[in-house]
């Protein structure tokens, strides 16, 4: 046996995914698990991670309370990435749909028998960035499940599939977790209280993208991306200009991830206004600037907000919109907001 095998960990269950592993695992263990699941939920929860823990206890050839035993061979070739009965298909590249050609090529893995003689899973993720034609595609495979086949699909946006596609599947919600919980596990990966709540709040309440935010790297982008924002709004920089700027945001961080901070930040700016709490203080000088006062100068902001709610969609159907027109019309709209 190899150092490699020996050592390479099945994923890690999150504290807040005990519910849902409990459901799904008495399901399989009990030989009554769907054919094709839905992982649903916004990024940054471990979805992705508990789908590929799944895959290992469904492949695993001796499990052990409930979970793979990551020693049997079948959890070394997992391990390995080498199981001739799992498959994984994701984009070629980070934001890049998935192409119908991905999707037909499932048509050989699904119609072979298994290589060892149990179940077959197919991984594919982010589901929502299939296109239509591709989208399809995975529909034939769903209406006429090949046997011991296991569709493991994971969404941050459900929404972005075919209705057809969501009806075929067994749906496992997971919610964001308790803050307490969620607080718990950013102190215990090493974040201060102050920092996991101002990252906790930033993400949504997902710890995952939370721990991501609180790193130096994703911080300073974050930092630029905000300043930009307040210099358009002061009018100190052309909207145009800014969209061009930020068009191609800096590695490690996509376009739809900025759009995130941009919602994050205008649910904190209403909870500051609504509520008559104190906030952040570059926001709170955001806040001043909007024309009108209380709760019915939100009402342009909350719309805005919806603008950005489509262009997230719009970036994660697999359309593949026009990031420079996309950005540069959210741009505009946002200098307007603030227009006297």
């Known amino acids: 046996m190899s150092e490699t095998f020996e050592h390479t960990p099945i994923p890690a269950l999150m504290p807040w995914q005990a519910p849902q592993w409990q459901r799904l695992g008495a ?28 895959s290992a206890l ?24 080498s199981h001739p009965d799992f498959l994984r298909v994701e984009p070629e590249k980070v934001g890049s749909p998935l192409k119908v050609e991905q999707i037909r090529q499932l048509g050989d893995f699904v119609s072979r028998t298994s290589g060892r003689g149990g179940a077959r899973l197919v991984w594919l993720a982010p589901a929502e960035a299939m296109n239509i034609n591709a989208a399809n595609a995975l529909l034939k495979n769903l209406e006429e499940p090949a046997a ?18 969501r009806s075929r599947c067994q749906s496992v919600a997971f ?12 102190h215990d990966h090493g974040l201060e209280e102050q920092q996991a709540r101002r990252a906790l709040a930033l993400s949504g309440g997902a710890p995952l993208l939370a721990a991501r935010l609180a790193k130096p790297d994703a911080s300073e982008v974050r930092e630029q991306f905000l300043n930009e924002l307040t210099r358009v709004a002061e009018g100190g920089a052309s909207a145009v200009t ?12 996509s376009l739809g991830q ?9 649910t904190q700016m209403a909870q500051v206004r609504s509520c008559d709490l104190s906030g952040d203080s570059q926001l709170m000088l955001l806040l001043q600037r909007l024309p009108g006062v209380g709760e019915e100068s939100l009402r342009p902001l909350f719309g805005f907000y919806d603008h950005l709610l489509q262009a997230r969609k719009g970036l994660t159907s697999g359309a593949n919109p026009n990031r420079r027109l996309l950005l540069e019309e959210l741009m505009i709209r946002w200098a307007r907001l603030f227009a006297v």
Not at 148 to 165: H, M, N, Q, R, Y
Not at 175 to 186: D, I, R, T
Request: aromatic share 10%; net charge neutral; proline share 8%.
């Open 148 to 165: 011991s086949v296991i569709f493991l699909l994971i969404s941050d946006a459900p929404a972005g599939l075919l209705p057809t596609i």
């Open 175 to 186: 919610p964001s977790p308790a803050e307490g919980m969620a607080l718990q596990w950013l």
């Open 242 to 253: 800014a969209a061009g700027r930020w068009e191609m945001p800096p590695e490690h961080t």
């Open 27 to 54: 399901q399989w263990l009990a030989g009554r698990c769907p054919h094709a699941l839905l992982l649903t939920g916004q990024a940054g929860l471990g979805k992705r991670a508990f789908a590929e823990a799944f």
């Open 58 to 81: 469904a492949l695993c050839g001796q499990p052990r309370d409930g979970q793979a035993c990551g020693s049997c061979k079948d959890c070394r070739l997992w391990q390995a990435g």
């Open 258 to 266: 900025l759009l995130h901070f941009w919602q994050q930040w205008i």
